[in-house]
């Protein structure tokens, strides 16, 4: 199908597009047009039904809708932004360059102005920033059938009608009703008697991650927004806490893989963008690496002396480094959903010593055998006595440094949220350049003991 419409664009037969065009889903078209050449996105845009055009241009990437933008006529704007949602609105204004933004609101209405200057206000982590004010509220006072009344006259301009909420005179939130608790009450039913007085919500200044979290914890579809004086003010969507989770992930990958944020699609992002990004951390890694070439060097006298122990070495920091990425990773996960807190930091640390201790002692056994019995017996790598106590170095060593590893993979991410850092940031990366530290110091720890260096 998408070839199909690409080459009906190539073509130009644009009757025979319309016709299939209306037919699909907006984001599907969005995609599509994405794929065309920039030059026929007007055409294209254009041949469109007005209310299917402005979901379209809302699913489309900020490029494409400035190209749009500039291209339209100052008409043809303000006809896409009457049938877009406030959110939407927000949003692209947000994204657009400041005479494009200059140029949207100069085609809105003055009020229209007012709330998207309003909502712009809100801090870009909030609940504000992403709320929609185009919502319905209802009085407690108001029969069933009044308010079916005020839904078909206000509805076509909200952006969920199913989900309304009852306020005061002062705007106060007071309770919650679906359409489907109007359509089983009798018309005569005042709301006051039938709406949910325990409602779920959120304030301006909330952040916008713990308010998408509230969706998937109480299997949401929309979330009342009120302000310091509990005023209802505006509704959170499901599609745009998606949305907010979507850039929670994307930013938790790249802050886990060591990499700056971005909101930019990795192939729009220029060359010299992601050197920018990625530098800060690989020189900041590279920088404490060093420690492990310190320990090294400090202890090289000695390795002189028994200069086996070094071909040990890289397996025992990438074992260390794989068990600290295991726990920080588990825990990362388990503080973004919410299922560890710092006061059960005892608990994690519990579970996670009992967990290194088997993983150790597993890890220690398996190697000792493939060192010993595989390396001297087998391969007659070692003299017997030699590769008896060299084995059991390196076998202690890596009972110890897996449960070390663990226990610093595990709860550094908790005490990073606890004082405010995103725990992703200690994830594979910082965590591996720690434990491969503190592996080399339990490593010749262990072999000067053992060894007499």
Not at 63 to 91: G, N
Not at 344 to 360: H, M, N, P, Q, T
Request: glycine share 4%; charged share 25%.
């Amino acid at each position: 199908m998408e070839n199909e419409i690409l080459e009906l664009i190539a073509e130009k037969k644009y009757s025979k597009l319309k016709q299939i065009l209306s037919d699909m889903n907006p984001a599907d078209i969005a995609v599509i047009l994405e794929e065309a050449p920039q030059k026929e996105l007007p055409v294209i845009f254009r041949i469109l039904p007005k209310e299917p055009a402005a979901e379209v241009f809302v699913e489309m990437d900020s490029d494409a809708q400035q190209f749009l933008i500039e291209a339209f006529s100052d008409a043809e704007l303000r006809e896409v932004l009457d049938e877009l949602f406030m959110d939407d609105t927000v949003d692209i204004i947000d994204e657009m360059p400041a005479s494009v933004a200059k140029r949207i609101l100069k085609q809105t209405d003055a009020e229209t102005r007012r709330m998207i200057n309003k909502l712009l206000a809100y801090p870009d982590d909030s609940a504000g920033s992403i709320m929609t004010t185009e919502y319905i509220s209802l009085k407690r006072d108001m029969t069933v059938e009044e308010a079916f009344d005020r839904i078909r006259t206000v509805g076509f301009d909200a952006e969920m009608i199913y989900i309304c909420y009852v306020t005061d005179r002062s705007r106060r939130l007071k309770g919650v009703v679906t359409v489907k608790d109007l359509l089983l009450s009798e018309k005569t039913a005042h709301l006051g008697d039938i709406m949910d007085e325990n409602v779920i919500f959120a304030r301006t200044l909330d952040d916008k991650e713990q308010v998408a979290s509230q969706f998937e914890k109480y299997d949401l579809m929309s979330l009342p927004v009120v302000d310091t004086e509990d005023r209802l003010v505006g509704m959170v969507t499901v599609d745009d806490a998606i949305d907010v989770m979507q850039e929670e992930a994307s930013e938790d990958i790249d802050k886990m893989a060591a990499i700056l944020p971005t909101d930019e699609a990795y192939l729009k992002l220029s060359i010299f963008s992601t050197f920018k990004s990625r530098i800060p951390w690989l020189l900041l890694l590279m920088l404490t690496s060093t420690f492990t070439s310190a320990i090294i060097a400090s202890f090289e006298h000695k390795l002189a002396g028994c200069i086996a122990l070094v071909a040990f070495i890289p397996m025992l920091m990438g074992t260390a480094g794989n068990c600290g990425s295991q726990s920080s990773v588990t825990i990362i996960r388990a503080l973004s959903l919410g299922d560890v807190e710092f006061r059960d930091i005892g608990r994690v640390i519990l579970k996670e010593l009992s967990v290194a201790f088997l993983c150790g002692l597993t890890l220690s056994v398996i190697n000792f055998a493939k060192l010993f019995l595989i390396d001297h017996l087998i391969l007659n790598a070692f003299d017997v006595g030699k590769a008896l106590i060299e084995s059991l170095v390196v076998c202690i060593t890596l009972f110890f440094m897996v449960i070390v590893s663990k226990l610093v993979g595990s709860t550094l991410p908790i005490f990073a949220k606890k004082i405010g850092f995103d725990p992703a940031v200690m994830a594979s990366p910082f965590i591996t350049t720690v434990v491969d530290t503190i592996s080399l110091v339990i490593y010749f720890g262990v072999a000067t003991m053992l060894l007499s260096l």
